[in-house]
């Protein structure tokens, strides 16, 4: 494990019943206001907005991001999901996030994010409301858990530190 030289924040080895309440209300936030905004004009293209949401999730972040996390895998926590559901979901598969599921995790981030647009601009409260929960949403990440995360694999990670082996080995079992 690389140690900080300099005043660096303490790394991260679960999460806040308060923060996984905040991150998960956000998160289903964001998307049910874009949701919502598509259905008042258009339920096809609200069902659409949904299947993107879903499908992207599970075929993109689920195995791309989450399969590689440590949290839910080796230190029983999830941030998105109890850790029990998430490890029945996706099979950890290693540290190194590959830079194709990195574009497909953006892509699917910038359809969820971009989609419900054209119709939140027709209703301006449910835009403010939108990006009022997706920024903070998207501000935890870099500003603060990026900062702090052992997911040493992870593209956004900014601590240079890895998961202490010795945690690793006293969680497998889970």
């Not at 029983?76 to 109890?82: I, K």
């Not at 953006?106 to 209703?123: A, F, H, K, S």
Request: hydrophobic share 50%.
């Amino acid at each position: 494990m690389i140690m900080c030289a300099h005043n660096c924040p303490e790394l991260v080895d679960g999460f806040s019943l308060l923060q996984k309440t905040l991150i998960r209300l956000l998160f289903a936030g964001f998307l049910a206001v874009g949701a919502y905004a598509i259905f008042l004009y258009s339920a096809a293209w609200g069902c659409i907005y949904l299947g993107v949401a879903i499908l992207g999730q599970a075929v993109f972040v689920l195995p791309g991001l989450c399969g590689h996390c440590p949290y839910p895998h080796q230190l029983n926590d999830c941030l998105f999901l109890p850790a029990g559901i998430m490890r029945r979901l996706v099979k950890y598969r290693g540290p190194k996030i590959t830079p194709s599921e990195t574009a497909q995790i953006g892509i699917t981030l910038l359809l969820v994010v971009g989609i419900p647009q054209v119709w939140l601009i027709r209703e301006p409260w449910l835009l403010v409301l939108f990006w009022a929960l997706l920024v903070p949403f998207l501000s935890y990440f870099p500003f603060y858990l990026c900062k702090r995360c052992r997911h040493a694999g992870c593209p956004a990670n900014r601590t240079g530190q890895t998961i202490d082996p010795d945690l690793i080995r006293s969680h497998r079992r889970l």
